[in-house]
């Protein structure tokens, strides 16, 4: 799908979204010169109606917007970016243009599902991901295990920094867990839902 400039007069409605959030950061106005040099330079750049030129978010302020992708609506008028923020992304220092905190690091967990995935799919020598499913799923379910043991015993102390890495080490080797046994993390979700709904 490509995108139609001229149903609109020239410009569309383009929808900037974290790529790890989820949230909805701002809304800007592209036409084709706009598009391409967001896709050329991986930045975000609209074209401004006030200034009548483009623009590249942060160009002043240095809070760039970094593309890591690019989505056409079903009916080619508008254009969804998920982008990293690099700082505030409105001019009143907010991080969204709708007065929204933006400081959710969750939807991180699915780009790395999307790592593990690949290790497991295309295995590489230097993967330790990859080595972990080579090794089957009773290594997997140790390393799990062991994991557990070890937050369990740092959460004993009061070591913020080894009880994050201890915590960090777990929920890693949970997720390697769930895709050697070709379950989705969503499926978890879903019983947790439900457990929510009684």
């Not at 290790?119 to 295990?145: C, E, H, M």
């Amino acid at each position: 799908m490509k995108i139609d400039f001229k149903k609109m007069d020239g410009l569309v409605p383009a929808i900037i979204q974290d790529a790890f959030s989820g949230t909805v950061l701002m809304q800007g106005f592209m036409n084709e010169e706009a598009l391409a040099k967001t896709e050329k330079s991986g930045l975000v750049t609209f074209y401004s109606r006030s200034k009548n030129r483009l623009w590249t978010k942060g160009e002043t302020s240095g809070n760039f917007m970094e593309v890591v992708s690019i989505a056409f609506d079903c009916d080619g008028d508008s254009i969804l970016i998920k982008a990293n923020p690099r700082g505030p992304v409105c001019h009143t220092g907010a991080d969204t243009c709708f007065a929204e905190v933006n400081s959710s690091k969750t939807g991180f967990i699915d780009h790395l599902r999307t790592i593990i995935k690949d290790r497991k799919n295309n295995p590489t020598d230097q993967s330790y991901t990859a080595s972990l499913f080579a090794k089957g799923i009773n290594k997997v379910a140790q390393k799990v295990g062991e994991e557990a043991v070890e937050i369990v015993i740092e959460a004993k102390d009061d070591n913020k920094e080894l009880f994050m890495g201890e915590a960090a080490d777990l929920l890693y080797h949970y997720l390697v867990l769930l895709e050697a046994k070709g379950y989705e993390l969503d499926e978890v979700m879903d019983v947790l839902i439900e457990r929510h709904k009684k």
